[in-house]
T-cell receptor, first 113, second 117 residues
Framework: SQTIHQWPATLVQPVGSPLSLECTVE??????LYWYRQAAGRGLQLLFY??????ISSEVPQNLSASRPQDRQFILSSKKLLLSDSGFYLC????????????FGDGTRLSIL | DQQVKQNSPSLSVQEGRISILNCDYT??????FLWYKKYPAEGPTFLIS?????DKNEDGRFTVFLNKSAKHLSLHIVPSQPGDSAVYFC????????????????FGKGTLLTVNP
């Protein structure tokens, strides 16, 4: 069966520091991969998605970037964090063809001080 | 512009009764709809989905109904159990057949369901 791992679970970072969140998927090949953010009191907002190695699509302009160095690895990064980057970050995967549900990791709670 | 709306922030039901969670959407290009369940400090868990070619899909205690003319879907849980207490998110996507991208899920803000013993 497929599993998705996301770490760390919680992270406290000072303003201006860099960020790297990692997500890996097991048990499937060539998945679509996604990064979402949930701000307090709001729904999930898609940040990035990837349909293959090195292919990244950005949904909203922001202070963050994503990379997919391997088929089942998805990384969310920032060079300098802002206070507004605080939130709950979720990685997800789905099969690549047709209408397929997305399956989420357990998320990272990021607090910027 | 909120394209997927869950107008009830919370719902409380008694154990054994039916829970009905509602969701409205505005984008007529949406053709795939999903419900997710989320516990605190965890990621959302996929529950059930429905394609726009259907008006009902059932999986055990969970049934999703789709009314395309009203742009409305609902999730029925029967019988409700205390372990069902969680936040439920409705989500939708516009698939490739509709000229959209089924990569992007648009989520509602969620409804907190509390099932009382």
């Amino acid at each position: 069966s497929q599993t998705i791992h996301q770490w760390p679970a919680t992270l406290v970072q000072p303003v201006g520091s860099p960020l790297s969140l990692e997500c890996t998927v097991e048990g499937t090949s060539n998945p679509n991969l996604y990064w979402y953010r949930q701000a307090a009191g709001r729904g999930l907002q898609l940040l990035f998605y990837s349909v293959g190695i090195g292919q990244i699509s950005s949904e909203v302009p922001q202070n963050l970037s994503a990379s997919r160095p391997q088929d089942r690895q998805f990384i969310l990064s920032s060079k300098k964090l802002l206070l507004s980057d605080s939130g709950f970050y979720l990685c997800a995967w789905s099969m690549g063809i047709g209408n397929q549900p997305q399956h989420f990791g357990d998320g990272t709670r990021l607090s910027i001080l | 512009d909120q394209q997927v709306k869950q107008n009830s922030p919370s719902l409380s039901v008694q154990e054994g009764r039916i829970s009905i969670l509602n969701c409205d959407y505005t984008n007529s290009m949406f053709d795939y709809f999903l419900w997710y369940k989320k516990y605190p400090a965890e990621g959302p868990t996929f529950l059930i989905s429905i394609s726009s070619i259907k008006d009902k899909n059932e999986d055990g205690r969970f049934t999703v109904f789709l009314n395309k003319s009203a742009k409305h879907l609902s999730l029925h849980i029967v019988p409700s159990q205390p372990g069902d207490s969680a936040v439920y998110f409705c989500a939708a996507s516009a698939g490739a057949n509709s000229g959209g991208s089924n990569y992007k899920l648009t989520f509602g803000k969620g409804t907190l369901l509390t099932v009382n013993p």
